[in-house]
């Protein structure tokens, strides 16, 4: 993570009246610390969603002891919490970065989702497949700590999906639902990746670079 993110990030992990939603000490914690306390937890919630996590096994993830666990976070719920509101930041924040929407055309939409998605990934390997988890979670005090960054998510998605447009596609070609497509297709093949046990972020991001291309040469072929 850029120190810009860093900075970046620690201003913005308030809750709504302004009070820190963990200790701020937190980020005064060595940065590899505290990239191991997330990618720890990042790992367990997105494989296990909130009710199967186990605090148990962040911090045998981590290689920390559980009482500092709950020194910064207090509790499951406030980990979890904490690593979702962080999530959804730092991926806004580099979606911002790859100037998502400088480009109307589906596939350089896609392109630009998938620089940021790349960059989530080479420090932060589970935070997609964290939120992609969350989605489907239904444990209510999960839900309601994480409420108000999923709408900030939601809304992030529906602008990218909204500001697309049909521009050099075939006629009849519902762009939304073709920049959509794309969006499951690099969550599919992120998906495949972890089930195989293969998972590289620099191996993804060329992959699916050569499936938005692969859709890009069906649908508009170049001129001769």
């Given amino acids: 993570m850029f120190i810009r993110d860093e900075i970046f990030i620690r201003?913005?992990?308030?809750?709504?009246?302004?009070?820190?939603?963990?200790?701020?000490?937190?980020?005064d914690l060595k940065k590899e610390k505290q990239d191991r306390m997330i990618?720890?937890?990042?790992?367990?919630?997105?494989?296990?969603g909130y009710a199967h996590a186990s605090t148990d096994d962040i911090v045998r993830e981590a290689s920390i002891s559980k009482g500092l666990l709950f020194h910064y976070f207090g509790s499951k719920l406030g980990t979890y919490a904490f690593m979702y509101q962080y999530s959804v930041r730092f991926f806004l924040l580099?979606?911002?970065?790859?100037k998502v929407g400088g480009s109307k055309n589906v596939f350089d939409m896609a392109k630009q989702v998938e620089q940021a998605r790349w960059q989530v990934l080479k420090?932060?390997?589970?935070?997609?497949?964290?939120?992609?988890?969350?989605?489907?979670?239904?444990?209510?005090?999960a839900l309601l700590e994480t409420e108000d960054m999923k709408e900030k998510l939601d809304e992030a998605y529906e602008k990218i999906l909204a500001d697309?447009?049909?521009?050099?596609?075939?006629?009849?070609?519902d762009a939304k639902k073709l920049l959509q497509m794309l969006l499951f297709t690099m969550d599919g093949i992120m998906n495949e990746q972890f089930g195989k046990?293969?998972?590289?972020?620099?191996?993804?991001?060329?992959?699916?670079?050569?499936?938005?291309n692969n859709f890009r040469n069906a649908l508009m072929p170049p001129e001769e």
């Fill in 123 to 141: 420090g932060y390997p589970y935070l997609l497949a964290f939120l992609q988890k969350s989605r489907t979670e239904n444990v209510k005090e």
């Fill in 11 to 27: 201003n913005e992990m308030f809750t709504q009246n302004g009070m820190l939603l963990m200790n701020e000490k937190f980020f």
């Fill in 39 to 48: 990618n720890a937890s990042l790992k367990v919630f997105a494989e296990g």
């Fill in 197 to 212: 046990g293969a998972f590289q972020a620099d191996m993804l991001h060329e992959e699916v670079i050569s499936y938005i």
């Fill in 164 to 173: 697309v447009n049909a521009e050099g596609l075939p006629a009849g070609t």
């Fill in 94 to 98: 580099e979606l911002s970065a790859a």
